[in-house]
Each structure stands twice: as C-alpha cells, then as structure tokens.
C-alpha cells in the first residue's frame, strides 16, 4: 500500500495505480475519434477538452485517497470533487465510480484481476455508500427518476438522503446492485468488471506502432457495438441506443477505423449534431486503459 | 505552504500551484495549432501527444515536492525523472525548469509575482544545481557543447560534474546566468520571467469565449515572433531560428490565427516537414499558462 509520504521517498518508481488511473482519464478523452463525445480532435458546444483535463488533474487527489487505502466512498467523493472544478460541469463522474475501486484493488493487492477487484466492491459500508451520494452535491449528473418506492434514496438528493441510507443499512455495493439493469457501470461492479477487463484486453491485443490514442478509439466503437451505452438509453430511449450500437457494431465489423474512417468520422459527426453521447461506453474504456496500463500490456 | 498532508485535509479546495502547473503543462500541449510542434491534432514520427500527457502525470510528484518547499534542485529532479517515466524521450524539461521555481514562490508566497520569483531563483544553492545536473541523468536533453574552459560542468556529464560544481562553488543560479545569452529558459531565470508574466498577460487579455486551447495557440505564435527560439538556434542556426520568428511575427501581426487559419496550417506543416520544433517557445508558453491560471486571470 502506497502512502503519499511514500511517494515523497520513492519519487524515481513507475506510475503509482492513481497516476495510472489520472492518465487512464487523459488517453481515454485524446482517443479520437469517439463518435458523440469529446475527443483530441473535438469540442462540444460547452463541454471542452480542456475541462477533461482540468477533471483529471483535479481527480488525482481522490484517486491517491484510494491509493493510501481510503474507504471507496470517500476516496470517490474527493475525486468528484476534485473533477468538478472546471467549468464544464460532469466530465468523469463515471470513469471515478470505476477507477476508484480498480485503483483501491491495485493498490491493496499489487495487481488488479476481477475476483480481486470485487472484494473489494462487495466490502464496501453504509459509509461508502453515503460518501458516493455526497459526491452528488458536487455537480450535476444525469440520472433517470427512481421508481417511488426507492424515492427516499433518489441520488439526486445527495448528502439528504444519508439518514434513509442508514436507516435501510444500504451499502454502496447495494446501490450499485439496484442499479442493474439500466446502468452499465453500476454492471460492472456486480459483474467482476466484465467489460472493462475486456477492454484491457481488446486494447492489449491491438498492435503497438501506432499511438495509444489510436488503439483507445478502436476499442471504444467495439466496446460501444457490443452493448446500447445506458446514458443514451436514459436520455433518448431503448430505441435510439440500440440503433447507435448497431451502427458501431458494423463499423467495428469492418475495421472501420483502419479501413473505412470516413464512415466514422461521418457517424461521429452524426451523433453530435444530434446531441447523443455515449458517455457509459467512455467510462468503460477509461477503466480498460487503466487495467491494461496497470498490466504492462498497454505501453505509454 | 501546502503540504502532501494538507492535501489530504483539504481535498476540497481550489487546485494547488503544482495542480495548475501540471494542468499548464496539458493545456500547452494541447494547443493547437502550435507551429513545429506536438499538439492536440499532431503528432511528430516518434514523440506523440499521449507521451506528453504521461510527461504530465509523471511531473506531478516533483512539482508536489516543490509546492511543499522542497529544494528547486530536488524537485526538478523528482519532476524530471517522473515526466521522462514515458517512451517518447524528452518532452518537458524545459517547461518543469521554469515551472518548478515558479510553484515553489507561488506556494511559499501565496502568490506569484517576478520580485517573488526572482528571489526563489536567486536563493539556489550548490546543491540545487547538483539536482539539475542529476537531471541529466533521467533523459536525453538537446544542449550544445560548451566552451572548453567549461567542460568541467558540461550538464550532459551529469552527477559526473557535481564534484567540479562544489569544487567551483557554482549555484544554479550561477549555472543559468552562464547560460545567457544562447538559452532563453536561462533568461528567464535573471530576468525575473519576463516573457512568461508577459505571456500570461497576453493570455489573460485574449476574450475567454473560446476554448484556452486557442488561447494557447495565439500566445505561441506571438511568442515565437517575438524572439527567435534558442532550441530552433542550438539545432539549426541562428539564421533559420530568425527565418522562423519573422514568419510567425508576420503571422501573429495579422492575427492569422483568426484571419487567416490556413497559412498558420502551413507553416505548421512547413516546420514539421523541416524538422523544426519551437521547443523554448512551448516552455515559455507553459510557464505563462501556469502564472495566468494561479492569478485566475485564465479560467478553465
């Protein structure tokens, strides 16, 4: 386990988990291009490059609290602060619900694999789980309405909905439970980070001459073509996200990114004037290029 | 003064002086279009936007170290051996060399002004510049031979030299003084930094509407054609090293970076064809980021 005096005493090692991880954030966002979202090449209306980096410099602090061993709620509600201080508003929040146990496990057990991965999110408290809604109260994030029941336990209520949390003896690893199907991170964590163990590996396997940059586009249309990315089911419906996904999926069939960019550059250009933005699948692959760093198998 | 510790207790404060600079050094890669250089939308044959943003990563502990007043000399050589953590060989040297004093006054001083740098830089000792030369050790840096009488203390002998630094009594202030004229990094050690604060100004003066990656952008070419580039001259000669100023002069004098966006394109792809990188230029520009982001002046 790493301790920030640590770092102080050995400053000359390799890249700790949560500098892994902040530059997990940085290759994920240069990926281009990443039809719908930003990338190195690509700007949104209000939404900039600029506040991806602002995120991931900001970020670190929480992700060196996971590193030192913090609980993952507190280490999370830190990153998410530290994320928001940019005027971009949510740039990361889903890539940190990833990263900040990935980086814990990392961190704890000198390697990340699934089983490993999910200790640690099946040993996540009520405290954990009152950290992760405290880091709602930071910045705005894009959630569908609970069903009534659950309405007490809106995280749109951030820190207010501590007590009903306690009251119920709610985990974070029971939010994220609840929250499946219909949010592909939250998946990850009752899934032993499937997909993003998967992205490592698509990532790894992809030849090494061309830049990294590269390699992180390639997996995110594959990633995106395997699975309707739930952020564009939440805001524009079923339909919609599979259609995306269907179109990622013969774009990733045919290689198109070495073969045919032409057709992506024109389903990116598609995807942002119509607003869609597949920000679950950059979430994942930001945590398969954090696996793959921490492995070795993806070189910077 | 902040410590790592602090860090920790505060976690949800502004970003800390070595956060902005580690996000100064982002931002600075990431404008685009940078005549020569890497930027957000280009990459040289064998060093790649992705090798400066692990540069960055890698920096921050250093930069940390000086933001918790550790020696200039020491923290440039924890930030230089973590930047050159990555494949693409040098990427930040000269940036981390203004940066690192830069952090250290803004953290001790609670703000950063030239007077302030000025005694930050004055104040090295012997053993600071033993930590540069330490540096050397860590990553390949372009520098010319020096004068024989100075052969002695040639940087690229590395820790080698220190023996003939504390036998002369020789600082790091006394190293860069040496270094003037030939080498503007130098310069602006005994000039108080004064085309950093000058390109902090500027960029604090460019409307905010745009992303500060253009921001950026404009404040290179400007820069460039204020002064020939000392790494253009060590590489390629005082006469291309004024060829290249006089274009980009006449480019920013137009403001061809709004007017005329093409012939800044072109004479990006003409310096990359030749083989021509800015590279004082970019470090200058990265300190004149860092100064306008601790005074607030540049937003992100």
Redesign the interface.
């Known amino acids: 386990m790493v301790t920030?005096?640590q770092?102080?005493t050995t400053?000359?090692g390799?890249?700790s988990p949560a500098?892994n991880a902040?530059?997990a954030l940085?290759?994920e966002v240069?990926g281009t291009p990443k039809p719908g979202n930003v990338d190195?090449?690509r700007?949104l209306e209000e939404l900039?490059?600029?506040?991806f980096?602002?995120g991931?410099?900001?970020s670190?602090?929480?992700l060196?609290?996971a590193e030192?061993g913090a609980p993952v709620g507190a280490a999370f509600e830190?990153a998410v602060?530290?994320m928001a201080?940019?005027?971009g508003g949510n740039t990361q929040f889903g890539c940190l619900l990833l990263l900040v146990p990935l980086v814990r496990t990392a961190a704890a057990e000198g390697s990340v694999r699934p089983a490993l991965a999910t200790n640690t999110v099946e040993a996540t408290t009520v405290e954990d789980a009152a950290g992760f809604y405290r880091a709602f109260d930071?910045v705005d994030v894009f959630v569908e309405d609970p069903p009534a029941a659950l309405e007490p336990l809106d995280v749109r209520r951030g820190a207010a909905a501590i007590p009903a949390l306690e009251e119920r003896g709610v985990t974070l690893y029971d939010v994220m439970e609840a929250s499946v199907p219909g949010d592909d991170i939250a998946r990850e964590w009752v899934t032993g980070f499937d997909r993003s163990f998967r992205a490592a590996q698509w990532l790894e396997s992809l030849e090494a001459q061309r830049?990294?940059?590269d390699r992180v586009a390639q997996v995110f249309l594959r990633l995106l073509g395997e699975r309707p990315d739930t952020l564009i089911a939440s805001k524009h419906g079923e339909a919609i996200a599979q259609e995306v996904s269907d179109c990622a999926a013969e774009l990733a069939g045919v290689d198109a990114f070495r073969t045919d960019r032409e057709r992506v550059d024109t389903f990116a250009d598609d995807l942002c004037e119509r607003g869609i933005n597949p920000g679950t699948t950059a979430d994942i692959t930001a945590a398969g290029i954090f696996i793959a760093l921490e492995r070795g198998g993806l070189?910077?």
């Open positions: 920030p005096d770092e102080e400053p000359k390799p890249r500098e902040e530059l940085l290759l240069a190195r090449e700007d900039w490059f600029e506040h980096l602002a991931a410099v900001g670190r602090r929480g060196k609290r030192a830190t602060a530290g201080n940019q005027r930071h830049p990294a940059t070189e910077v």
